[in-house]
């Protein structure tokens, strides 16, 4: 990873802990604990961590550029490249993505009703590996087009997060398609792998190649 | 074929906004290397267009601009190393502290890191943002945030700066040290962009003059010259001053008329 990408990241995974962005996470644990009530027949205890996370991590994917509203001129300015920014923000919103999704589940689990069991465990492992990249891939067409230059909680905000949340449940089909496969640690971990390869050479490089395009456009955005 | 010794070449730039406002209207000039140009005009004149224009975040609808001899657009990224803005609206990450935003910068021109750490404390000593350093750049004043943009605009000792009023909300002793600055980095090579409402400083800091109005510029010529050409171009009448002739240039005798609640 080269030294841009390395300090960009490093900024964006500072950058949501300055944000009031990070308090939605309290009323989600809230609704978080209840839900954590609840036998899902579908998933396991970790489904209903997994969507609230997605949930409050929703700029952080569907609103790359725009995390705060002078980002995209103020990285506009300055020398860097568009393919390094996307890979660093991507990189950062899968590190946030896994560092709450501990912090949720340390805080819900107790909520719920079932005994969590290292199968649980390795179940939710294996879904994050097969829907991460496809959620990156659709956050970067997303942030492109359809930007926001205020992401907060107004109703586009709660649009954009109900969208997010379809999304993943339709991105979440490979995984039960696998899962009621042999061995399926086996076709998930090949899906990731080749949905990772792809998030870096089709949606990097379309997104960047996009931002460089349209930057002035982009600039316009309300 | 772009003159080499210019840095910055505009031909009949054309810019039109919604409803039909033309920003910019067949806008031609030049910046020589190694110049102070000082880019002046009444509000809404076309300075700022032209700013975000040449940092990208503009696109014109007509005409040609050329930076270092190459069309904008092209090879952006390697011909943003050269250049050091600072926009009117100052741009940088409000969550970031002075000395972390500065090292961020610094990294994304590829400044070594010690070299950025050195050159990091010795502009924040220079612009007198010590006391702040550790403070989030959204908690300082307008003129400490213009401070870090400057800042940011020369860490990486650019061979162009682009500034759209720096001197605005600034302090007279920063800003006195910052023309000092500007003045010793020209005299090194760098060109400097810069507009300005206060003429008197554009007259005295300022190598060359570029007056634009309604999106044209009527006037571009050396500093020292601009008497003589003025003499020139309006009807033969000799101006003591830069700001005697950008009025009689850009007024259209709008201030001949009185305010008759005044006479």
């Not at chain 1, 998030?199 to 600039?219: G, M, N, P, Q, T």
């Not at chain 2, 074929?1 to 000039?29: F, H, Q, S």
């Not at chain 2, 605005?168 to 090194?188: C, Y």
Request: aromatic content about 10%; glycine content about 6%; some cysteine.
């Amino acid at each position: 990873m080269n030294r841009q990408i390395t300090i960009l990241v490093r900024a964006e995974l500072k950058e949501i802990f300055a944000q009031r962005r990070v308090y939605h996470f309290l009323p989600l644990l809230v609704i978080g604990s209840f839900l954590m009530a609840w036998i899902f027949s579908v998933g396991s205890p970790f489904a209903p961590i997994i969507v609230l996370v997605v949930t409050g991590l929703e700029p952080q994917f569907n609103n790359i550029i725009f995390r705060t509203p002078n980002e995209l001129q103020a990285l506009g300015i300055l020398s860097c490249s568009w393919r390094n920014v996307i890979v660093a923000k991507n990189v950062a919103s899968l590190i946030h993505f896994g560092l709450f999704l501990i912090l949720v589940s340390m805080s819900l689990l107790y909520f719920s009703p079932e005994v969590i069991t290292g199968a649980h465990a390795e179940e939710a492992a294996l879904y994050i590996v097969t829907v991460a990249f496809p959620l990156l891939h659709t956050g970067n067409t997303q942030s492109l087009r359809r930007p926001r230059r205020y992401s907060g909680l107004r109703l586009e905000d709660l649009v954009q997060a109900v969208w997010m949340c379809v999304n993943l449940a339709l991105l979440s089909v490979p995984f039960y398609v696998f899962s009621n496969l042999p061995l399926p640690w086996i076709s998930c971990t090949a899906y990731g792998v080749l949905t990772g390869i792809l998030w870096y050479k089709i949606s990097v490089r379309s997104s960047s190649v996009y931002l460089a395009e349209h930057f002035s456009d982009l600039c316009l955005t309300d | 074929m772009p003159d080499r010794l210019n840095i910055i070449e505009c031909t009949a730039v054309v810019k039109e906004y919604d409803r039909g406002v033309r920003a910019l209207d067949g806008m031609t000039m030049s910046v020589p290397a190694g110049s102070i140009f000082g880019f002046i005009g009444l509000n809404g004149a076309g300075k700022t267009t032209t700013i975000k224009i040449l940092a990208g975040q503009s696109r014109c609808d007509e005409g040609d601009v050329v930076l270092f001899g190459k069309p904008l657009g092209e090879h952006d990224e390697l011909i943003k190393r050269e250049i050091g803005f600072v926009l009117d609206e100052p741009l940088y990450f409000e969550w970031m502290t002075a000395a972390e935003y500065l090292s961020f910068v610094g990294a994304m021109y590829d400044l070594p890191k010690n070299e950025t750490s050195r050159r990091s404390g010795e502009l924040i000593d220079f612009f007198g943002l010590n006391e702040k350093r550790d403070a989030r750049i959204g908690t300082y004043s307008t003129g400490m945030k213009k401070k870090i943009s400057l800042a940011a605009a020369v860490i990486h000792t650019p061979k162009l700066i682009v500034l759209d009023e720096p001197l605005e909300g600034i302090d007279a002793v920063a800003a006195s040290a910052i023309k000092e600055t500007l003045t010793l980095m020209a005299s090194n090579g760098t060109t400097i962009l810069i507009t300005s409402h206060v003429l008197d400083t554009v007259e005295r800091f300022c190598t060359d003059i570029g007056i634009i109005h309604k999106g044209k510029v009527l006037l571009q010529c050396k500093t020292v010259d601009i008497r003589s050409r003025a003499k020139n171009m309006v009807n033969d009448h000799m101006f003591g001053s830069l700001e005697e002739l950008f009025v009689d240039l850009v007024s259209e005798k709008q201030h001949a008329k009185s305010l008759s609640f005044l006479s």
